[in-house]
T-cell receptor
Framework: KQEVTQIPAALSVPEGENLVLNCSFT??????LQWFRQDPGKGLTSLLL?????REQTSGRLNASLDKSSGRSTLYIAASQPGDSATYLC???????????FGKGTTLSVSS | GAVVSQHPSRVICKSGTSVKIECRSL??????MFWYRQFPKQSLMLMAT?????????EQGVEKDKFLINHASLTLSTLTVTSAHPEDSSFYIC??????????FGQGTRLTVV
């Protein structure tokens, strides 16, 4: 069974801190992994996509890495801001390579 | 990235009635769209894959007669929750797959059945 686990479930940090969100998955035959942001009651915003041939992707203050051998991905957020407060979801493609399998997310709160 | 528009964003309906949710791909043609459901504090779970011009593919445990999916054009898929009950109250969200298999999502629909 393909599963995605995210740790921690919740995280509170003061503004300015660098932080790491973790995502682990079973089945190292991963096709790609995608990180999303979800604000309360809202849809999902795609942050970063890492394809299986890649090891990391960067966008602004965000950096996501993928280690297929260990079944892990991390999302690094530099110099966190209150506006970063949201739930962060990681997801991998299912075995058919079509739809996504999601973790439960990490809810981040950045205080000013 | 792809732009996906979902409507309505929020709906309250009486138990036993039906509700239709629309998902539109605004800037590219999507032969396939995906419908997910999210219960409070849970992961998004795939409900069904909507295929343009053919029947949808439903995940195990999802009743196809209750959740009717129509994908009549390359830019529009609809999900109709028939004879809704309070246990159907959830957050429903659609997705399309763009270039490089990147997934893009609509704004979601919060359904409350009273």
């Amino acid at each position: 069974k393909q599963e995605v686990t995210q740790i921690p479930a919740a995280l509170s940090v003061p503004e300015g801190e660098n932080l790491v969100l973790n995502c682990s998955f079973t089945d190292s035959a991963i096709y790609n992994l995608q990180w999303f942001r979800q604000d309360p009651g809202k849809g999902l915003t795609s942050l970063l996509l890492i394809q299986s041939s890649q090891r990391e992707q960067t966008s602004g203050r965000l950096n996501a890495s993928l280690d297929k051998s260990s079944g892990r991905s991390t999302l690094y957020i530099a110099a966190s801001q209150p506006g970063d407060s949201a739930t962060y979801l990681c997801a991998r493609l299912n075995q058919a390579g079509t739809a996504l399998i999601f973790g439960k997310g990490t809810t981040l709160s950045v205080s000013s | 990235g792809a732009v996906v528009s979902q409507h309505p964003s929020r709906v309250i309906c009486k138990s036993g009635t039906s509700v239709k949710i629309e998902c539109r791909s605004l800037d590219f043609q999507a032969t396939t769209m995906f419908w997910y459901r999210q219960f409070p504090k849970q992961s998004l779970m795939l409900m069904a894959t909507s295929n343009e011009g053919s029947k949808a593919t439903y995940e195990q445990g999802v009743e196809k007669d209750k959740f009717l999916i129509n994908h009549a054009s390359l830019t529009l898929s609809t999900l109709t929750v028939t004879s809704a009950h309070p246990e159907d109250s959830s957050f429903y969200i659609c997705s399309v797959r763009g270039a490089r298999t990147e997934a893009f999502f609509g704004q979601g629909t919060r359904l409350t059945v009273v």
